[in-house]
């Protein structure tokens, strides 16, 4: 029986067959994905990777590694248009509300 930790599915079950000719199993974790935007979900740039698949660096603005940075232009400015009364909050998409909500409590 394999360990409890290789028995979920966060790792690969490579088969291999040894010198001897035994059918064997190896564990290998998986190769985590790049981070996207949150919006458009293109992969996100300046955020570099070490393979474990943690994150070493991430910008330090505004959304940074979660929105790409024309997303967060695009989402500067709906804020600042609802601020002023140009816009109301019901014109614009749902997917962009929660980071314009965010962005105005701030």
């Known amino acids: 029986m394999s ?3 290789h028995r979920s599915r966060s790792f690969r079950r490579l088969d291999r067959v040894t010198p001897k000719g035994r059918h064997v199993l190896h564990f290998k974790r998986k190769a985590n994905s790049l981070p996207h935007c949150a919006i458009c979900k293109n992969e996100l740039n ?18 940074g590694g979660v929105l790409c940075s024309s ?36």
């Open 46 to 63: 300046g955020i570099s990777m070490n393979p474990r698949g943690k994150s070493t660096s991430t910008n330090s603005r505004k959304f």
């Open 3 to 5: 360990k409890p930790m």
């Open 71 to 106: 997303c967060t232009g695009k989402v500067i400015k709906l804020a600042s248009r609802i601020e002023h009364g140009e816009m109301k909050l019901n014109d614009i998409s749902i997917v962009d509300r929660a980071f314009v909500l965010q962005m105005i409590s701030h």
